[in-house]
């Protein structure tokens, strides 16, 4: 990136690492850490180097079992890039090798998610795991995905549409019930994601929750 503070450094060039943090700073703080950042100009950045042509960045070295073209420059690099309009960040991505994660917007809204059952795990480190705590875990996840429904983060007529949460004997096996071993499994569909997303947390008797899995059901990810 060329930018004013770059003027004294070799090739007047800098890393885009701090760009491309203050500018994912910047929409979390103003539009939610679940929207993605792909479009949004750069402040004080007049050049970027190489300048990479439209070919080069859709272009594509591998193949799916269908004998799709997939995984694109742009579909697995954050690039930086001009547009009609200017300077821009082209493609807000992660390195995830799972197709449905790759989208940063949906990376954040996860670790969104899980961050918030987080806090709710402490506040519980000390109940006793029961019909009482299960409840309780249903209701706070339901209020937290509620208003990220409000908030554009998650798509649905209703919250129906958008969530489910399921807490209690069926996610729980009577060894995790046993040692004091909470699991809960949220179904959500991301506004940026054409696929239900499931995740399920478990919180342990230490009040520590971890994220067990995220997957997609197989159908879905066929008729993707």
Not at 15 to 44: C, E, I, M, Q, Y
Request: with cysteine.
């Amino acid at each position: 990136m060329r930018t004013p503070g770059s003027y004294n450094l070799p090739e007047q060039i800098e890393s885009p690492d701090a760009v491309l943090v203050g500018l994912l700073a910047r929409s979390a703080l103003t539009r939610g850490a679940f929207h993605s950042a792909a479009s949004l100009h750069l402040a004080d950045v007049y050049d970027v180097y190489p300048v990479l042509r439209r070919s080069a960045m859709a272009e594509s070295s591998e193949l799916t079992a269908k004998g799709r073209a997939t995984r694109t420059l742009l579909a697995r690099v954050s690039l930086f890039g001009p547009t009609p309009t200017g300077l821009a960040l082209l493609s807000d991505v992660t390195t995830s090798l799972d197709e449905s994660y790759r989208p940063a917007g949906i990376n954040r809204l996860v670790s969104s998610i899980v961050r918030a059952a987080r806090r709710l795990g402490e506040e519980s480190t000390f109940e006793p795991s029961g019909e009482e705590l299960w409840a309780r875990v249903r209701d706070r996840l339901n209020i937290m995905l509620a208003a990220l429904l409000a908030d554009g983060g998650l798509s649905g007529d209703s919250a129906e549409d958008a969530f489910q949460v399921r807490c209690d004997r069926s996610t729980m096996s009577q060894n995790d019930i046993d040692n004091g071993r909470v699991v809960a499994e949220i179904r959500f569909q991301a506004a940026a994601a054409i696929e239900q997303i499931t995740i399920v947390l478990a919180l342990d008797e230490g009040g520590e929750v971890s994220l067990i899995s995220a997957r997609i059901p197989d159908e879905l990810k066929e008729a993707a």
